[in-house]
């Protein structure tokens, strides 16, 4: 089976193509980030437009890496949420109509679904049952995962995803957009001891997280120093250090519940160098996607749109989207 993955959810056009047998044939991504840079952030409404200028050429272009034909394509996948309503729906309308025009099935797929299964793109593959930490600008999420489809939510955050809250930090630190990996790369400069940061909901049960207290204890930090190189590189390490070992006692104590020993780690915060050494450490087996795969990308949603397209499962004429999506809703496949 030959399918076309389409990722529209936010500020990236994926467009990747899946064969069964030999593998990812060939995937593109386009990123806005130059077109959102001015505004420190994505602006709905721009996503939407970009989306709909690059989606179809990337397409094309990546029909033609891949040597392929629309008439080769069994089926179509494309993200229906959780996201951006306009984002989602250019990607949704533009796979709906492709499936439609050219005879071939489609399904919508759960972005988080996609992040969830991106570690199977790679050779060395998790096996079921798993724990899977999410982490991405949207969403921060551990989940216990028994098969495709058969989710349950172990905890996730109460306010600010994890890299949402590395973009707002690196703003007031006045580094450029998009600001995690800015603010990851200051870190190395910072001194470890100078700022200790708290570990947010780590002392009390449960698997759910916060980070929108830590945002404002870096602000208040902030304020608190002259301002120099060295604060901004201090702060970004007492940052990142927190984030790291609130995700890292919440992932053990999310082994230690379920008895599991497989965690896999996923979206665009995974790709963190700091956080993938600390989870190093842990007593399990970690599995990550490289980091192309770590954040929003066509593949993953070929993939994840592949099993469910050869479980049966199929869209209607309708074209629908949903900008909130639960996981636990999906069907098991």
């Known amino acids: 089976m030959r399918v076309l ?25 386009y990123s806005q980030i130059e077109l959102h840079a001015e505004y420190g952030g994505v602006v709905p409404e721009l996503a939407s437009r970009d989306h709909i200028r690059k989606a179809l050429p990337l397409i094309r272009s990546t029909l033609d890496e891949a040597k392929i034909k629309s008439e080769n394509l069994d089926g179509v996948a494309y993200t229906a949420g959780p996201g951006l309503i306009g984002a989602l729906l250019v990607g949704a309308s533009l796979g709906r109509s492709l499936a439609w025009g ?80 800015e603010l990851a ?24 997280f916060s980070f929108s207290g830590l945002k404002t204890f870096a602000l208040n930090t902030v304020n608190n120093v002259e301002g120099t190189d060295q604060d901004k590189a201090d702060i970004a390490r007492a940052f990142e250090d927190a984030v790291v070992d609130t ?44 980091p192309e795969y770590c954040t929003d990308n066509g593949a993953m949603i070929a993939y994840a749109g592949m099993l469910r397209l050869q479980a049966g ?15 636990e809703d999906l069907t098991a496949v």
């Open 5 to 29: 993955g389409i990722e529209s959810s936010c500020d990236e056009t994926g467009i990747a193509v899946m064969d069964s047998e030999q593998g990812l044939m060939a995937h593109n991504v």
């Open 102 to 181: 050219w005879g071939i099935p489609s399904v919508a797929v759960h972005h988080m679904e996609g992040h969830l299964l991106a570690p199977m793109l790679e050779a060395e593959k998790p096996e079921f049952p798993f724990i899977a930490l999410l982490v991405s600008g949207g969403h921060t999420l551990l989940v216990q995962v028994a098969g495709v489809g058969r989710y349950k939510v172990l905890g996730e955050s109460l306010d600010d995803a994890v890299g949402e809250a590395f973009d707002k930090t690196a703003k007031l630190l006045g580094l450029p957009y998009p600001g995690g990996p």
């Open 185 to 208: 790369k200051l870190a190395e400069q910072g001194n470890p001891e100078r700022f200790t940061f708290p570990r947010p909901m780590v002392n009390r049960p449960g698997l759910d």
């Open 247 to 290: 995700l890292f006692i919440k992932c053990r104590r999310a082994i230690e519940k379920t008895r599991l020993s497989t965690l896999i780690v996923s979206g665009g915060v995974g790709a963190n160098q700091r956080l993938r050494q600390k989870l190093g450490t842990l007593d399990a087996n970690v599995f990550y996607p490289r």
């Open 313 to 327: 499962e199929f869209e209607p004429k309708e074209i629908q989207v949903r900008p909130r999506w639960s996981l």
